[in-house]
C-alpha cells in the first residue's frame, strides 16, 4: 500500500521586488509506501529540504499534489495540519534548535501525548521511560535538560519524541548529517530497528549517499529541483545512468573502512 505520494509537485518562493520567482522543487514526483524507507539524496541546494517540508505543511506547494493515505493534503488547513501530526512526524538534523532548552527531556516527550492521547500523568510518565529506555536513554534523563545530552544523545530524544505517538511517517532531514562515524551508525541502526518494530515509514533525506545506500530501499535523486534519476538502492549504485549520480556514487564509494560498520 502506499502512504505517501506526491505527484508533481512544485514549490515557488517569492524572491523579492521585480525578481522572479524561484522554483525550488518544479515537477517531482515521489512515492512511499507502508513500511518502506526512501532516500532522497541530492547537492546543497537541491531541494530537498523543501520536499520534506512540503510534505509536513512548511513549505508553500504551488503545484502538484501530496497524497496521504489517499487523501490530498497540499492545501491542508492548520486544524488539519494538527490532526495529520500524529501520523507525521520529523526528526532534523539539529535537535538543538528543535528541542525547547527551558524543558525538560520528559515534558518534550510527553507534549505529542498531551496533543494526541488522553492519557493519566501516571501513564504517561511511563510512556515516556519506556521510549527513553528504548531508545537506549535512562528514565532519570527525563528530568534533565537537552543542554545536558550530547549530539548522539540529542538526535535519539529527537527520534524518540516523533515517535511517541507511533507516527505513520517519519521525514528525516540530514538527521544524522551533525555526528560523528560511529555515533550516525548508532542512530541509523535505531532507525532501522524501530521501524521493524513499529512499521512507519521513513522519507530520509540526506546529502549523504551512502548514509542514504544504508537506509533505504529505494533512491530519489535530485538536482536543481528535479528528479534526475530513480531505482532500487542496488540499481542506482550498480548502475548510475544520469552524469550527476555517477558522479555521486563515485564519491561515496562502498568500500570505506571507516563506514564498514554502516555496511549491510
Ligand atoms: N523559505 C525559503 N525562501 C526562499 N528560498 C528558499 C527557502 N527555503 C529554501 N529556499 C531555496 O530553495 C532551494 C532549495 O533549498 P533546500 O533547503 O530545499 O535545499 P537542500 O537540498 O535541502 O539543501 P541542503 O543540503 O543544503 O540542506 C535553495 O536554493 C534555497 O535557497
Ligand atoms: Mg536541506
Request: with cysteine; proline share 6%; net charge positive.
Amino acid at each position: 500500500m502506499t502512504l505517501l505520494e506526491v505527484s508533481g509537485l512544485r514549490v515557488t518562493y517569492p524572491q523579492g521586488f521585480r525578481r522572479p520567482d524561484f522554483n525550488a522543487v518544479n515537477g517531482v514526483d515521489l512515492e512511499i509506501g507502508e513500511g518502506e524507507t526512501i532516500g532522497l539524496v541530492g547537492e546543497s541546494g537541491s531541494g530537498k529540504s523543501t520536499i520534506g517540508n512540503a510534505v509536513l505543511g512548511l513549505a508553500p506547494v504551488s503545484g502538484g499534489s501530496i497524497r496521504f493515505d489517499g487523501k490530498d493534503i497540499s492545501k491542508a488547513k492548520p486544524r488539519q495540519r494538527r490532526l495529520l501530526s500524529e501520523h507525521m512526524q520529523v526528526v532534523f538534523q539539529d535537535p538543538y534548535g528543535s528541542l525547547n532548552p527551558s524543558r525538560t527531556i520528559g515534558q518534550t516527550l510527553a507534549e505529542p501525548l498531551r496533543v494526541h492521547r488522553d492519557l493519566s500523568p501516571t501513564a504517561t510518565r511511563s510512556e515516556v521511560s519506556a521510549m527513553l529506555e528504548r531508545v537506549g536513554l535512562r528514565d532519570s534523563d527525563a528530568q534533565r535538560y537537552p543542554a545536558a545530552f550530547s549530539g548522539g544523545q540529542r538526535q535519539r530524544i529527537a527520534v524518540a519524541r516523533a515517535l511517541m505517538v507511533r507516527p505513520k511517517l517519519v521525514v528525516c532531514d540530514e538527521a544524522v548529517s551533525a555526528l560523528d562515524l560511529s555515533t550516525q551508525a548508532q542512530v541509523l541502526n535505531l532507525l532501522k530497528d524501530l521501524q521493524a518494530e513499529m512499521g512507519m515509514s521513513i522519507l530520509f533525506i540526506s546529502h549523504d549517499l551512502a548514509v542514504v545506500r544504508y537506509m533505504s530501499s529505494r533512491i530519489v535523486v535530485l538536482y536543481r529541483g528535479e528528479v534526475m534519476e530513480r531505482g532500487t538502492t542496488r540499481d542506482i549504485y550498480a548502475s548510475p545512468t544520469h552524469p550527476y549520480t555517477q558522479k555521486l556514487v563515485a564519491a561515496a564509494p562502498i568500500p570505506d573502512p571507516d563506514r564498514r560498520t554502516m555496511q549491510t
